[in-house]
């Protein structure tokens, strides 16, 4: 085996993770997890003041890596302009079950993603350092474990439900607070007014590994994708931000249907990565999300496999929202009957526009996102279904281009 | 100030009294759930109060409109 992969069998049942070493987050695939290795291959701890902090991450213009991709260097402001002694919350709950990026990354450095946390917590002065661990993925919760018990900071864990909106940043700040975990109405971003209504400052694992190297001096120009087709094993790999998706993905993979940023995603034309590179301006300008950096390749038809994701989502809503709980089942049936020739475009629309911006989280709004980009992207095969003709079924997919 | 009514979705229960009290911005979609227009205008900031207190779940709050 190639010593620079490493293949993680993340479930017994299934033939693993393949992580390939990047150039900074996944550096160490060969070192081992361990604090020592850590220490050598990057070097100790960094301490920095808040002002330096925010300058720093605001220099190499760090956004979140849990797909929303919001500033780190405002959210870290404003925590500090909100009364009471902030906290800080590492999310490594991946709710969606495509990504595997924060797990890996934490199976190959995890004290990366605790550095970051106790660099941020040191220039906030916060009182406490939460890790909130997947439900479902016992290696990496036995790892980050592992790691925290190898340092001297203190950080408590708590463990995620096994559910595709226990990640949310609300859902998250609910059970820290020993309530359901599940998404409540935030009146105020969690940096106002979040844990124990104190400032807190909630960001995904990748985020936080990226703080520990930029404290360190290493611009935050990488990010981690996993990328996951019908056959293979999902693969991680840390790739620089510009990087053409032409050097990215491969040939069959570009010119088939891709859903990138996961179930709550969105959907790529035949070919049409060709021409972007891996940035949010080039995928944003393109009407196309990065989110959490997820890439589903393959080569099955798109209309079937946006039906099969929504009704998965309409199967994961909490439950508690009128719009999500009412709407989700009718927006998926809508895209199964689209990709059946029975509907046209018109229903998944409104359905989509009756959902939007009417929850507590933004479940209803990423599986909108998914369904309108399918209508957008795929709007030459709706017809085709529509006439009785698959294209993907025939084995003569459209062209790209 | 630009106002706007939030709806705290998942205490909301479809009860339809905002729609009663304040149909120049509320509307109901076929589940019975409001749909709220984006802003309140002064003229209707007294009916929207109105609206607020008088919903059986507390569900709704005039806030100052975000972007």
Not at chain 1, 99 to 120: E, R, Y
Not at chain 1, 146 to 166: C, G, H, K, L, N
Not at chain 2, 35 to 64: F, N
């Amino acid at each position: 085996m190639n010593s620079s992969v490493m293949v993680w069998p993340a479930d017994p049942r299934s033939t693993g993770v393949e992580i390939r070493r990047g150039r900074s987050l996944l550096s160490g695939v060969e070192n081992g997890p361990d604090l020592q290795s850590h220490l050598r291959h990057h070097g100790p701890l960094p301490t920095l003041g808040l002002d330096e902090l925010v300058g720093r991450t605001r220099g190499s213009a760090l956004l979140g890596r849990g797909g929303a991709g919001f500033p780190f260097a405002v959210k870290l402001e404003a925590t500090t302009k909100s009364r009471g002694k902030p906290s800080v919350v590492v999310n490594l709950a991946e709710g969606e079950p495509a990504s595997w990026k924060d797990s890996a990354l934490s199976m190959v450095a995890p004290h990366l993603v605790l550095d970051g946390a106790s660099i941020t917590a040191a220039a906030l002065g916060a009182a406490e350092v939460h890790v909130v661990l997947p439900g479902d993925r016992s290696a990496v919760r036995l790892q980050l474990k592992a790691a925290i018990d190898e340092r001297t900071e203190r950080f408590s864990t708590a463990v995620a439900d096994v559910a595709f909106v226990a990640g949310q940043a609300a859902a998250v700040v609910e059970l820290l607070s020993g309530r359901e975990n599940r998404p409540v109405t935030s009146w105020e971003p969690a940096a106002v007014r979040g844990l124990r209504n104190k400032p807190t400052l909630l960001s995904n694992a990748e985020t936080f590994a990226h703080v520990a190297l930029i404290a360190r001096g290493v611009g935050a120009s990488t990010t981690l994708l996993t990328i996951d087709g019908d056959s293979s094993r999902p693969l991680v790999r840390e790739v620089r931000l510009g990087k053409p998706w032409r050097k990215v993905l491969r040939r069959d993979q570009l010119d088939g249907p891709v859903l990138l940023g996961g179930y709550h995603g969105t959907w790529a034309a035949p070919g049409a990565l060709r021409s972007l590179t891996v940035s949010r301006d080039s995928m944003g300008a393109a009407g196309l999300a990065l989110g959490a950096g997820i890439v589903l390749t393959g080569d099955r038809c798109p209309l079937d496999r946006a039906a099969e994701i929504a009704t998965y989502l309409a199967s994961e809503s909490a439950g508690r929202c009128g719009p999500c709980v009412n709407g989700l089942p009718r927006l998926a049936a809508a895209l199964r009957d689209a990709a059946r020739g029975l509907g046209g475009t018109t229903e998944i629309e409104r359905l989509a526009g009756l959902v939007e911006r009417r929850g507590a989280c933004a479940h209803p709004d990423g599986t909108a996102r998914m369904a309108r980009s399918l209508v957008t992207s795929y709007a030459f095969e709706l017809r085709e279904h529509q006439r009785g003709r698959c294209c993907f079924a025939l084995g003569e997919p459209r062209k790209a281009g | 100030m630009k106002r706007q009514l939030r709806v705290d979705w998942p205490v909301c229960k479809a009860r339809g009294l905002c729609f009663e009290l304040l149909p120049e911005a509320v509307s109901l979609d076929e589940w019975g759930y409001p749909i709220i227009a984006k802003e309140i205008s002064p003229d209707l900031v007294t009916a929207a109060r109105e609206a607020v207190r008088a919903c059986p779940t507390l569900a709704l709050r005039l806030v100052e409109a975000r972007g």
